[in-house]
């Protein structure tokens, strides 16, 4: 893969870096949040600008950390903040995630978790597309192999039998969600690699530093700045939102009326806007510190983590149609994963290979 502005051995040294692994982890603490978000709607919940409020509203608590960043930076605190082009390209592209989230509930209603969860897999679909248009990704055969499999599994969902269906829902209600969840996994497919344009276009300061702080990879006080600027902006969408459904006045009728309870009514809403804030954080991190494609194969990595939470917490049915959709995306995860491995290991033989021939190239 290669990213506008940035060169091959930058993209080699940052795929196991700290930042990545930390990221990583943070994917997968956050992946009970769609299991937070199902519940919901199992027993009882039905507003849906809520539900997207829960997938955006845990920036704050990103400011600690951010807070003890300026103050430890000192003087120098201004010269990592966020680049006004940058943080105006980050808040745009805040909005189309929010219509991402608002998608992915409106399917939520419908489509039990694990099969929502397999057809985020066509979300890596359009992210390979996505990052070939913008982001300068070029495609190996392995890279399209996992692609086709991903998207055969996700399509194999759709002959799957009608006691697929959530319970109470008709055959129409089904295939809405089953297509609403699609449009939500093609839209953030989409938005992921334009977060990893706008950090290569706008994310370095002009001037001053030198070529080594212009090489420099960014600090993860950036990544977090990115992330309180994408959530700021959804919050503010889905506060909107839910003042004009009127969300705020039937909230404590929901909660009454809430299938475990008053109390837990709340502690699911709690703890689902800190598992999706992990998970949006993870995600974030994967693209400014390595790819947006990396940050699509973790994103589909946690699809086995909700199969299994959703059939040993919301006893759903996980039958052959099902299992053979998972197979073929991890067959695709695999493949892919063994393609860039491969790749890397040709692209550091060329490396060693001019760092012999020139010197003095390898050098600058």
């Given amino acids: 893969m290669q990213l506008i502005g940035n060169n091959a051995p930058t993209a080699l040294r940052s795929w196991l870096s700290p930042p990545v692994v930390f990221s990583a982890f943070f994917?997968?603490?956050?992946?009970?949040g769609t299991l937070l978000l199902r519940l919901y709607f199992v027993h009882g919940g039905r507003r849906l600008w809520l539900s997207t409020l829960i997938q955006v509203s845990g920036w704050p608590l990103l400011l600690p950390p951010l807070c003890l960043s300026v103050?430890?930076?000192?003087?120098a605190a201004d010269e990592h903040l966020l680049p006004r082009r940058l943080t105006s390209a980050v808040a745009i592209l805040g909005v189309a995630f929010v219509v991402a989230c608002f998608a992915y509930s409106l399917g939520s209603q419908a489509v039990p978790l694990s099969t929502s969860s397999l057809l985020q897999a066509i979300q890596l679909t359009s992210t390979a597309f996505s990052a070939f248009l913008f982001a300068g990704l070029r495609f190996t055969p392995f890279s399209v192999n996992a692609i086709v499999l991903l998207t055969v599994g996700s399509a194999v969902l759709g002959v799957g039998p009608s006691s697929e269906r959530?319970?109470?829902e008709g055959s129409s209600a089904y295939w809405t969600g089953f297509f609403e969840c699609m449009a939500s996994a093609a839209l953030l497919g989409f938005v992921l690699p334009l977060v990893e344009v706008a950090m290569s276009k706008y994310g370095r300061r002009s001037g001053g530093g030198g070529?080594?702080?212009?090489e420099a990879p960014p600090s993860y006080a950036?990544?977090?700045q990115i992330q309180v600027v994408m959530g700021v902006t959804g919050t503010a969408v889905c506060l909107i939102g839910m003042a004009i459904a009127e969300d705020f006045q039937a909230m404590p009728r929901e909660a009454a009326m809430f299938g475990l309870g008053e109390t837990s009514y709340y502690v699911v809403l709690i703890f689902g806007a800190v598992s999706f804030q992990l998970f949006n954080l993870g995600t974030m991190g994967l693209i400014i510190c390595s790819s947006s494609l990396l940050a699509g194969i973790m994103v589909a990595l946690?699809?086995?983590l909700?199969?299994?939470?959703?059939?040993?917490?919301l006893r759903e049915k996980f039958d052959g149609v099902k299992g053979i959709a998972l197979v073929l995306s991890l067959w695709g995860f695999v493949s892919y994963l063994y393609g860039e491995r491969e790749h890397k290991k040709v692209a550091e033989g060329n490396a060693d290979m001019k760092s012999l021939t020139?010197?003095?190239?390898?050098?600058c």
């Fill in 71 to 75: 103050l430890l930076r000192g003087r």
């Fill in 302 to 304: 946690v699809l086995p």
């Fill in 358 to 363: 020139c010197p003095l190239v390898a050098t």
């Fill in 27 to 32: 994917v997968l603490l956050g992946a009970p």
């Fill in 211 to 214: 070529a080594a702080a212009r």
């Fill in 306 to 313: 909700s199969e299994v939470l959703a059939v040993i917490f």
């Fill in 222 to 224: 950036t990544v977090m």
């Fill in 166 to 168: 959530t319970a109470g």
